[in-house]
């Protein structure tokens, strides 16, 4: 009767750690689980930086609401586009593919006649602008702005800047 | 012996506890409620961090607009026929009136009406709202009455996915630029 009394005791211990063991693991499973679905794969922020790319160009070529001076309608802006703007389309080497991760357009036009002036300017991979129409989680971020900017002689322009962003393999 | 007995037990040891048989069965329903609880709670957390996490994109909304400031400010420096610069005369007429208006919807409807829910550009005067100071906006002929519910400058309507551009123009009044996102 008391080898009895000693073995149902030592028998409800086991159980209990043995549960408690079972609870501990579930625990620790599903906070693994957690926290490796909420910081496991990296967040797309492509579309914020096609939209920080086209500010930042948008900041370039305008000043107090008017066109900048030396920008749109200089030639030589437009071969010293990235340095003038102070862009940088480097990217690690790890991630850089073919002809590179980002495109930028600048097209200025006349605001009344929509006439195309000659200072369009494009720079980076011209093959990601095709994918500016298309939708889809692994193509390439796109943005489009259009602003409304006056020259120092009152000309107006129009003027449409499209950034796109690739990167994929980095936020994807 | 006794002292030394209960120092040894374990804390969840059922053997501290006498024992009936209610006892027991009330016993095994507690770890059963418990069990069930604990899961219950896990299996919220987890849904709760999947819904959350699903969408891992960050949302652009506080980048997409700021350049609509531009245009912004090239309207109001625009020279109307008269010679008059359009920030001067909605200042002297105290809301958007002839040239002013005309320039503002070809410029802000020719360029962002197909990006944008609604659009209402004109001026506010300073007013009590609900629960704080707010911008109340005067009617204008070309964009028509302000919607409170979807300027973001009202503190007492909070988020409204708008972008606001607000530019004061002298006795309380402020020239208004309101853009709001579709959903």
């Known amino acids: 009767m008391k080898n009895k009394i000693i073995f149902d005791k030592e028998g409800s211990e086991t159980t209990i750690t043995i549960y408690w063991f079972a609870i501990l693991i579930i625990v620790a499973v599903a906070i693994v689980y957690m926290i490796s679905s909420a910081y496991g794969k990296p967040y797309d922020v492509r579309g914020i930086e096609a939209d920080i790319l086209a500010n930042n160009i948008a900041d370039c070529i305008s000043e107090g609401g008017y066109l900048r001076e030396g920008t749109l309608t200089d030639s030589s802006f437009k071969a010293n586009f990235l340095k003038q703007c102070k862009l940088n389309f480097k990217v690690e080497e790890s991630f850089a593919k073919g002809n590179g991760e980002y495109y930028v357009e600048v097209i200025a036009y006349d605001f009344d006649t929509n006439k195309r002036t000659n200072s369009d300017i494009s720079y980076g991979n011209p093959a990601l602008r095709q994918y500016c129409e298309l939708k889809g989680k692994t193509l390439p971020a796109c943005t489009q702005k259009n602003i409304y900017l006056l020259d120092s002689q009152q000309n107006k322009y129009g003027v449409t800047i499209v950034a796109v962003v690739n990167k994929a393999d980095k936020n994807v | 012996m006794m002292i030394n007995n209960k120092k040894n037990q374990r804390f969840f040891n059922p053997s501290i506890f006498p024992k009936s048989r209610k006892g027991q069965i009330a016993e095994g329903l507690t770890w059963v409620i418990a069990t069930i609880a604990i899961i219950i709670i896990l299996l919220i957390s987890i849904s709760l961090t999947t819904f959350y996490t699903k969408d891992r994109e960050i949302k652009k909304d506080f980048f997409t607009d700021s350049a609509n400031q531009k245009s912004v400010l090239s309207y109001l420096l625009t020279k109307e026929p008269s010679g008059e610069i359009v920030y001067s005369d909605i200042k002297k007429e105290g809301n958007l009136k002839g ?42 002929e070309f964009f028509g009455t302000k919607n409170p519910l979807s300027d973001p400058s009202s503190l007492s309507v909070g988020y409204t996915g708008a972008y606001s551009s607000i530019i004061p123009l002298g006795d309380n009044k402020f020239f208004q630029a309101i853009f709001v996102r579709k959903p």
């Open chain 2, 99 to 140: 040239a002013s208006g005309d320039i503002a919807l070809k410029v802000f409807n020719g360029l962002y009406k197909d990006n944008y829910q609604e659009i209402w550009i004109g001026v506010s005067n300073i007013g009590e709202g609900a629960i704080s100071t707010s911008l109340n906006g005067i009617k204008n």
